[in-house]
C-alpha cells in the first residue's frame, strides 16, 4: 500500500459512516439525506462533507487558491497533516445513534475517494441516485450560476467547462469504478424518476439494503423536498457578477478542516457586500426555468446515449427507457 493510501486506513477512535449518498448531483440527494437524517436512529451531519475527496482539485476546485498579492498558493494539504483531518472528521461524524451516514455528492465523480473508501475496514455503503443526466445538466447549470461558480451561458458552460456540467451525466464511468473497487452487494443504485413517482416503495428499499426499521419514520417524512431551485431575476446580470467575483470564488464554498476563509477576512466581509448589493438588484426567486433550448436537448440526448451504453446491464435498471424512452439495446 502506497504511503498516501496508508494515511487514508481508519485510525482508532474515529467513526466511519455506515452508508454515503455518494451522488450524483442535483438528482435528490438532500432530499433523500433530510428523509435518512428524519429517521430516529440515523445521524448525518448537516450540508456536504467531501472528505474522502480531500486533495482531489478536479472535484473540489475551492480547495485551492492563489493570492495575486502575496504570489500564493494556499491549498488543502491533507498529506502534510494527516491527524489534523482525521480529527475533524471524527468530531463531525460523533453520534450516539446506532447509524450514520454521510452526504458528498463530489465522490460519484472522484477515482480518489472511491480508492480511500473501499480500503477502509468497515465496509461502507454507497448509495447513488441517478437522474435523467439531461435534465440533471440543466439544473446544475442553474445551481453553480446562483451560486456563483459559472461565467458562462449554458451553451458556453456544456462547451467550454464541460467537467462541471457535461461530464457529471457520464455515470457508466463513475459507477464502473465502485463496482470495480467494491463488492456489488455494497451498491446501491436508485433512479431519481422512481423515488419521486415512490419515495415510500424506494425508501422501504432503501431501509432494507442500510439496515433501518423502515416503521419508525413519521407520516410527513415522505413529503420532504429539500434544497428547491430558485432562479435569478436578471440572468445576464448573475452573470456579470460572477465574472467580476470569480477571483474570490473559490474561497466561498470550503468548509473543510484547512478553512482558508479565515485568511481572506477583508476579502470575504468585501464580498460578502457585494453579494448583498447585487441579491437586492436581483433577487432569487422559485419560479420555474426558461426551457431548454431544443437543439441543445437534442445534442445533450445524443451525446448520453451514446456514452452511457451499457448502464443498463450494468444497474439492472431500465435507465434508458425511462430518460430517453428507448430500450438499451435500440441504442
Not at 410527513?220 to 430558485?230: C, E, L, Q, R
Request: net charge neutral.
Amino acid at each position: 500500500m502506497s504511503v498516501a493510501n496508508a494515511i487514508w486506513r481508519t485510525p482508532p477512535g474515529v467513526r466511519l459512516p455506515d452508508f454515503i449518498i455518494g451522488g450524483a448531483m442535483k438528482s435528490g440527494t438532500s432530499t433523500l439525506h433530510a428523509i435518512l437524517d428524519s429517521h430516529p436512529d440515523v445521524h448525518i451531519p448537516e450540508g456536504e462533507i467531501g472528505f474522502f475527496s480531500l486533495g482531489d482539485w478536479q472535484e473540489h476546485g475551492d480547495q485551492i487558491h492563489y493570492d495575486a498579492e502575496k504570489d500564493e498558493w494556499i491549498m488543502q494539504d491533507w498529506l502534510g497533516d494527516p491527524d489534523r483531518i482525521w480529527s475533524w472528521y471524527r468530531d463531525i461524524m460523533r453520534s450516539d445513534k446506532p447509524v450514520v451516514g454521510e452526504d458528498s455528492t463530489t465522490y460519484f465523480s472522484s477515482r480518489l475517494a472511491a480508492e480511500r473508501i473501499a480500503i477502509q475496514r468497515h465496509p461502507i455503503k454507497m448509495i447513488f441516485l441517478m437522474r435523467n443526466p439531461v435534465d440533471r445538466a440543466y439544473s446544475q447549470y442553474h445551481h453553480l450560476l446562483r451560486s456563483g461558480r459559472t461565467q458562462f451561458t449554458f451553451e458556453s458552460a456544456l462547451q467550454y467547462a464541460p467537467k462541471d456540467v457535461l461530464h457529471r451525466g457520464d455515470y457508466v464511468k463513475y459507477l464502473e469504478t465502485y463496482y470495480e473497487l467494491m463488492d456489488e452487494r455494497r451498491i446501491k443504485v436508485i433512479l431519481f424518476e422512481d423515488f419521486v413517482r415512490d419515495t415510500r416503495s424506494v425508501m422501504q428499499e432503501l431501509c432494507d439494503f442500510i439496515g433501518l426499521d423502515f416503521g419508525k419514520f413519521t407520516d410527513d417524512a415522505f413529503d420532504t423536498h429539500a434544497n428547491s431551485g430558485k432562479y435569478p431575476k436578471y440572468v445576464q446580470l448573475q452573470i456579470l457578477k460572477n465574472r467580476w467575483l470569480r477571483q474570490l470564488g473559490n474561497i466561498q464554498h470550503s468548509s473543510l478542516p484547512f478553512d482558508m476563509n479565515n485568511r481572506f477576512a477583508d476579502q470575504k466581509t468585501y464580498v460578502r457586500y457585494l453579494h448583498y448589493m447585487h441579491r437586492l438588484i436581483n433577487p432569487l426567486s422559485k419560479k420555474k426555468v426558461p426551457p431548454m433550448k431544443q437543439s441543445t436537448r437534442d445534442f445533450l440526448e445524443k451525446y448520453y446515449r451514446q456514452n452511457l451504453q451499457g448502464i443498463d446491464e450494468l444497474t439492472g435498471k431500465p435507465c434508458m427507457q425511462t430518460w430517453f424512452g428507448v430500450k438499451s439495446t435500440e441504442v
